[in-house]
Each structure stands twice: as C-alpha cells, then as structure tokens.
C-alpha cells in the first residue's frame, strides 16, 4: 500500500479522497494554488505544497509544478480526482515514466475513451448496445446523407474530440444535415483542433442512466448498479439518485452484468462509469468516463462501498474488497449539486460565507470544503457543495431531502438550494418522471419571484 498520496486537486473531492487515505492510513499532500491558501483541503492535509498563481492551467493544470511537490514530499501516488488532469493520459503516463503511480486506469484506456469514435467501437465489441450510427467518422456529404437515411433522421452530428455536449449539432431532416455537419467541424476544430465528426440517430426524450464499475489488475470486475443523471442543465448535472425510478430489477441486472463483462473484456482497470441514454426499454451507449464522478456518493450510500478506497486499492496492485455477489443495492440516495449560483439566473456568486450550518442527522452526508467565514475564490468551478440524502425507499428519501433542504444555512452568497426545495416537492420529480429535457423546460417555465407580477 502507498505510504503517502498527493491529492492533485481542491475542493470537496479534495476532502473526500483525504478521507478515504485517512481511513487507510496513508498520510496525504495537499496541493493549492495562491488563492486556496486558506480552503479546507489545505488545512486538513498531513502536508501542503503551494504549486502556483490562482489560474488553474498555471496550478491545478501545471504538471512540472504537480511533479516537483510529488518530488519535494516523497508522495508514491497521485489521485487527481474529477475534473483538471483527472483524464489526461498523457499526465498518467509522466506519473507512470517518474515511478509514482496514477490513481486510476491504464494510460491507453483514458486515450481511447477520450476519443468517442474509439471508445464506441471499441465498448460495442465487447457486447455493450451503442446509439445507431455512422461507424467511425464521417468524409463526404454524401456518404453522412446515406448513413443518416438509413438510421433515419433527426440525427446529431457529434464531434470524435468532444463530449460533455461539446461540439454537437441536430439536424432534423435532410436539409439541414450539410450546414449541422460543417457546424460541428468548425466549433470541433476551434476547441479541439481535431474536426472529425460522426452522425447518430437523435433519441428524443430519453433518460441519462449510468453504470459504476470497478475492475482490479486480478481478473475482478465488479457493477455498483446505475445512477439517472437526466435532471442537467446546459450538460451540467444538477441532481443525481440511484437507483434509477425507470428500471425494473430485471432490467438493472442485465444492463450491469452486460457492462461489468465488457470491462473485464477490455482489461479496464479502476473505477468507470459507462454512460446511456435510456429510451423505451433500450440502453444506448454515449460515452464512457475514466475517473471519479461528482455524483459517486449516490452509488456509496446504496451498496455501503467506499468508492475512493477500492480505487486506492486497486491501484496498489491490491484485489477489491468484495465480489459482485456481496452488492447488494439497498434504499435510495440523492444527491443535489450545491452550487455558489443564484437559483433562478444561474450567475455565479462568489465571496464570503457569512454564516454556514449544514444539515445532519440520520441518512444525511455533506461533501463540502466551505466553512463560516471562508471566501469562495471566483476562479473555479461554482460547486461548493453536495448533499447526499438516503433512504429505505424514495418517498423516504425525498422526505428526507425536504427536511435536510430546511435545515441548510449557507448566507452570504447565492446557491442553488432554493432549486432544490422546488424540484423535490414537483409532481414530476416525486413521480420519477422525468427526461433529459425535463429540467431545461421546467426552468425555462419558471419565472423568478419578484420579477415581471403582471
Ligand atoms: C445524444 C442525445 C440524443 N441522441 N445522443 C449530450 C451530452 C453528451 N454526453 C451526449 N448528449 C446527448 N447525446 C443521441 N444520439 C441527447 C444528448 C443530450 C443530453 C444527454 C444527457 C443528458 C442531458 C442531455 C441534454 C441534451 C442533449
């Protein structure tokens, strides 16, 4: 096992890998920028390494700076969360040539999946079921207008360097299919300098259901079950429960077992989350994410896993802690996304946190690096905060969101609780009946209080 882990990024997620290296015993290196001197995961880390100005492609993003504090403080491995580095292959491999070990999977999985072309090739022939589409990129105008006749329009033209909504256009009918196509080239080429694009049938209202895995260097790869992820705005995740409230038992045991296969096929190795559009009963493969996800303490408070400690292990050469046969998805959990935004405009609101006092009690976590008094820097992503409630059932968990939601004093900049007291009492959301789109359309209905009475 690693003596000492350096925790290449901020933040909560910060603070919950500390802890899981804490509960292991292994002493942890923070890493901050000048202006995350005085956060959370600073103060409680073993050791601290100030590793640039507050711009994170000069900090966070800087691997001469993240290699020299592993150098200075004798650190054996790197976890490098979400977000930042956390599916840089390149990052992996310079860890890897310096003998300090990667927290995550093989340098060459996080390159394929990067590639969305590459990735659903290379799941569909492992046996996991893929959106219709072009096979591989598309070369003429011609040859998109075959392939989209024959999946049959509306399409979406998306971009092989993309993902995460980045660089995809619809095209409804035949008309539209040259002007989407020379879109996403354009807006792939100038994010990505790489322009290549594929065609998939547009699914129209589906859900977005993802799969944990986790898979070991001994020959073990094990499903924690699914999360839906559909309540997004602008391809942001707001809200986050498991099990999914459309999957029957049958359902959920098919998907899992056809998805821990194929990564046992591949020789993937660490946590992954294989993502789907659900739609009529179907899965459909969209994109596959080699790291940690924000929203892993859903799957944590229904299988009782340790997610950041299986990871460790399992990068230290060491076997999961459990077989598939000891998962058992137990209750419900939600998590809400507690972002420093207004709760109707969505502007970001940094500053101070005057005064600060998080919910608890039974089936409530928050993961959150603020305290009364500290001062969000404007720098970084917005997210501040996630409140994890779990229960026996649903209607349990949702009860005890409202109540966690009361409970929950943040005062001195604007978060998006007042979002979530909305959402949990809608007919909609108690029903579990929502898609993709259900959250933009409901915001985009929502009037803010005060503004525009007659
Ligand atoms: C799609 C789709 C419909 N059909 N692919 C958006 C982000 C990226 N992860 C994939 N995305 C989508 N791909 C096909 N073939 C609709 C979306 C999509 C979406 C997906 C998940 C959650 C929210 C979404 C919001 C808009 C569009």
Redesign the pocket.
């Known amino acids: 096992m690693f003596d000492k882990v350096l925790i290449a990024n901020r933040g909560e997620i910060a603070l919950r890998i500390q802890r899981a290296c804490r509960e292991m015993g292994i002493a942890t290196v923070a890493v901050h920028s000048t202006a995350d001197e005085d956060a959370m995961h600073v103060r409680l880390a073993d050791e601290s390494v100030c590793i640039g100005p507050p711009q994170a492609a000069q900090s966070y993003l800087n691997i001469p700076a993240l290699l020299s504090a592993c150098e200075i403080t004798g650190a054996d491995a790197v976890h490098p969360g979400y977000g930042f580095l956390s599916e840089n292959a390149r990052f992996a491999e310079i860890l890897i040539e310096h003998n300090i070990t990667f927290i995550g999977p093989n340098p060459e999985h996080i390159r394929t999946m990067g590639d969305k072309i590459k990735a659903k090739e290379t799941v569909a022939a492992a046996g996991i079921p893929v959106?219709p589409?072009s096979s591989g990129g598309v070369a003429s105008h011609d040859e998109a207008l075959g392939i989209a006749k024959e999946i049959g329009f509306p399409v979406?033209v998306?971009a092989s360097a993309g993902?995460?909504?980045r660089g995809?256009k619809l095209a409804r009918s035949a008309a539209d299919l040259q002007g989407a196509i020379a879109a996403a080239r354009t807006e792939a080429r100038a994010a990505f300098g790489d322009d290549v694009v594929y065609l998939?049938?547009?699914?129209?209202k589906?859900r977005?259901i993802e799969i944990q895995v986790l898979c070991d260097g001994q020959g073990n790869c094990i499903q924690l079950g699914e999360r839906d992820?559909?309540l997004?705005r602008r391809?942001q995740k707001v809200w986050e429960e498991a099990p999914s409230p459309a999957l029957n038992e049958r359902q959920r045991a098919e998907i899992g077992k056809t998805v821990a296969r194929a990564m046992k096929k591949i020789g993937y190795l660490g946590a992954g989350t294989i993502?789907f559009?659900y739609e009529d009963g179907g899965f459909?493969f969209?994109?596959m994410n080699t790291r940690l996800q924000v929203e892993h303490p859903v799957s944590e408070m229904v299988t009782g896993v340790d997610l950041v400690q299986e990871q460790i292990r399992i990068a230290s050469g060491g076997a999961l802690a459990i077989k598939q046969g000891q998962v058992k998805i137990q209750g419900h959990a939600i998590e809400c996304r507690i972002n420093a935004e207004n709760a109707f405009t969505f502007v970001p609101s940094p500053g101070r946190i005057v005064s600060y006092h998080p919910p608890g009690g039974l089936g409530v976590r928050v993961d959150s690096g603020v305290y009364a008094g500290y001062e969000i820097p404007p720098f970084y992503d917005s997210l501040i905060g996630k409140l994890i409630v779990s229960g026996k059932n649903r209607p349990e968990c949702l009860m005890r969101l409202r109540r966690a939601l009361e409970e929950f004093v943040i005062e001195g900049i604007d978060t998006t609780i007042p979002l979530f007291n909305d959402l949990c009492s809608h007919r909609d959301i108690v029903n579990g009946d929502y898609d993709?789109?259900w959250l933009?359309t409901f915001l985009s209905e929502r009037a803010e209080p005060g503004a525009d009475k007659d």
């Open positions: 959106v589409g979406l998306k993902g995460g909504g995809m998939e049938k547009y699914l129209t589906p977005h992820c559909s997004q391809h993502e559009l459909y969209i994109e993709i789109h933009e």
